[in-house]
């Protein structure tokens, strides 16, 4: 069992930045892929980022490249998605996941576990 609280979110201008967390309970979150995806207003849920077991490997929306970052701490059970240059269609909620052990990425169809989500707003 893995249980997922995220922090972080907030309302910030367009241009700016804010660090999601993601702190997991567990002691299985070191050895699984983790992921964060959203879902905008009348919208989807679809994926951002990713991060394999290691750290080693990322992968990223293409509309999130060069300006998300994701990281995981395996000591502080942490992963870290860090957002700069927000824009208004980066209003969503943000979701944490956890995908399966030993992956070096996590897709929609294949989350094992998710967060409850916190609320990231834009303005223009």
Known sequence: QVQLVESGGGLVQAGGSLRLSCAASGRTFSSRAMGWFRQGPGKEREFVAAIGWRGSSTDYADSVKGRFTISR????????????????????????????????????????????????TVSS
């Open 73 to 120: 701490d395996n000591v502080k059970n942490t992963v870290y998605l860090q957002m700069s240059g927000l824009k208004p269609e980066d209003t969503a909620v943000y979701y944490c996941a956890a995908g399966g052990s030993y992956r070096t990425t996590v897709s929609l169809d294949l989350v094992d576990y998710w967060g409850q989500g916190t609320q990231v």
